[in-house]
């Protein structure tokens, strides 16, 4: 099993940035992708960007493509989500979820998910 931990979220203003964190302990060795969603209130949960553990390969929704990077710090085993030039829309919880598989596009083949960390971007 692999523990995810994130941090990072706050309060931002509409333009602004924040940078998300994802710590990852247990198994990390076996991890093949990291990704994160969101869920804003009364919505679903949503993938937003992923990357390929080994590889550093990122990919992403295209709602954030320009906007977000996803990186990872696989010595430290910690994942990252830059998030630019954000919007009101933006405003979700954001999850950290790992898989020890496969590609993470859908949140049926997460394996493990942080608790998640609040973004609010304000207008």
């Known amino acids: 099993q692999v523990h995810l931990v994130e941090s990072g979220g706050g309060l931002v203003q509409a333009g602004g940035s924040l940078r998300l964190s994802c710590a990852a302990s247990g198994l990390t060795i076996s991890i093949v992708t990291v990704a994160w969603f969101r869920q804003a209130p009364g919505k679903e949960r949503s993938f937003v960007a992923g990357?390929?553990?080994?590889?550093?390969?990122?990919y992403y929704t295209n709602s954030v493509k320009g906007r977000f990077t996803i990186s990872r710090d696989d010595a430290k085993n910690t994942a990252f989500l830059q998030m630019n030039s954000l919007e009101p829309e933006d405003t979700a919880v954001y999850y950290c979820?790992?898989?020890?598989?496969?590609?993470?596009?859908?949140?049926?083949?997460?394996?493990?998910w942080g608790l998640g960390t609040q973004v609010t971007v304000s207008s």
């Open positions: 979820a790992a898989s020890l598989t496969q590609f993470i596009s859908q949140s049926y083949q997460v394996d493990s």
């Open positions: 990357i390929s553990w080994k590889e550093g390969i990122a």
